[in-house]
């Protein structure tokens, strides 16, 4: 392959990453610094296969992710913006460099010509290292594939089309962040989708917020807030590491250890939003000390009752706490889950990802029909050599090894389908 060509989708920098994949490796090199970890892809859209020719161009980007390294100047930049990181996981991120020998990439053959097919993507190495690979191998991925498999798109509206999602969140008041890198159509429309979310939060009056982005580098390039703290691997990896009795308390316990005040906003359905709960009245003094909830599976419309109830038992007032929402968030509902947040006492933000940075349609259809985006995950496998499970609110969408769900709902009380 050659070395001169473009390489598709590779990050404009370290930072063109989430930021919680940031704070989340501060945390494991604070609590499992020499924890052993794997990753591994799933593809979910039956019948949608990549091209030899993605394949290659995505392997041959991969083998330069080495290339990006931490400038001074960034550095400089995320010791201020983001006070939590302490200067020792700066000193860290200076020296990390991508290994792009811990990725294997396999192209799986289904189309007669062998030019279509399935691929098995794998990262395997210390956890510490492999946490980063996981978004800016989607990102990747995903512009991969627009660029050389599905090309019936164009950018024709993009930018007027984010703009008027912006102006319809805001003058309704709703308080949002972008949250679209791992599933980005491209650099450039995450790029542009961010700018005209600023200039949109420049213009309202109307109460609604634009709080920043996931992605870090856009952060400092547009000077917003970068947004994130826990992601489902972090309760994943400590239930496979120390057990899954009191998972969810020793987890925010040992997050909190990292992070004391600022980042505390609970994910709760890794293993189900109903075991969180349980857990979660069983300890009153950690729930008043976390600020809020994120909710990411499941029906967002039964959420606010259920958490108002949680709170209620707990003697917490429910209207100091904050509601994210952050699956498959779209301006209709958003709209929806903002006024019934209002209605029961609770302040809520929305994490909005796909529908703003791959939102679509094809041109052949004479832009009618939706380019719909690539329904992917990357999630960790393993830690330890133990299987990684996660359950959702979704109870039939579970990852990871078929035998450690099935223990781990039978811990939980869950139905096994």
Not at 7 to 14: E, N, Q, R
Not at 98 to 113: A, G, Y
Not at 199 to 219: D, I, M, P, Q, W
Not at 348 to 376: H, P, Q, W, Y
């Amino acid at each position: 392959m050659s070395t001169e060509r473009e390489l598709i989708g590779f990050p404009v920098s370290l930072l063109d990453s989430d930021l919680y994949k940031f704070t989340m490796q501060q945390a494991v090199m604070r609590h499992f610094p020499d924890v052993q970890a794997s990753y591994r892809f799933t593809h979910r859209d039956q019948g949608r296969y990549f091209s030899r020719e993605c394949y290659e161009r995505f392997s041959e980007a991969v083998s330069r992710f080495d290339r990006l390294t931490l400038t001074a100047e960034e550095r400089d930049w995320l010791a201020k913006a983001y006070p939590q990181f302490k200067p020792d996981y700066l000193d860290y991120l200076a020296r990390y460099r991508f290994k792009p020998e811990q990725v294997r990439i396999q192209f799986i053959p289904v189309s007669e010509d062998g030019q279509y097919g399935n691929l098995d993507i794998e990262a395997v190495g210390p956890w510490v290292e492999t946490i980063l690979w996981e978004v800016p191998l989607m990102a990747c991925l995903s512009e991969t594939y627009f660029r050389t498999v599905d090309t019936d798109w164009d950018y024709e509206g993009q930018e007027e089309q984010a703009y008027e999602k912006a102006r319809t969140l805001l003058d309704a008041g709703c308080v949002f962040s972008e949250f679209g890198t791992r599933r980005r159509r491209s650099y450039r429309t995450q790029d542009a989708v961010v700018g005209v979310l600023v200039k949109a939060n420049k213009e309202t009056t109307n109460g609604g917020k634009l709080l920043g982005t996931s992605n870090v580098h856009l952060a400092r390039k547009y000077d917003v807030a970068p947004i994130g703290t826990i992601a489902h691997e972090w309760y994943m990896a400590v239930g496979a590491i120390k057990g899954y009795e009191q998972v969810h308390y020793l987890a925010l316990k040992l997050w909190e250890d990292v992070y004391p005040v600022g980042l505390l906003l609970a994910l709760t359905d890794t293993f189900s939003t109903h075991a969180f709960f349980k857990e979660f009245l069983q300890h009153p003094e950690q729930a008043k000390r976390w600020n809020g909830l994120r909710q990411d599976s499941g029906d967002p419309f039964v959420y606010a009752p259920y958490a108002r109830e949680v709170y209620r038992q707990l003697d917490i007032d429910h209207t100091e706490k904050m509601i994210i929402y952050s699956d498959a968030v779209t301006v209709d509902k958003a709209l929806k889950l903002n006024e019934q947040c209002h209605e029961y006492g609770f302040r809520c933000s929305f994490g909005i990802g796909t529908s703003l940075t791959n939102d679509f349609k094809s041109v052949s259809s004479g832009r009618k029909e939706k380019s719909k985006a690539l329904n992917m995950v990357i999630k960790l496998a393993s830690v330890s050599g133990k299987s990684t499970v996660k359950i959702s609110d979704e109870l039939s969408k579970n990852t990871g090894d078929r035998e450690t769900v099935k223990l781990v709902k039978q811990i939980f009380s869950l139905p096994s389908e």
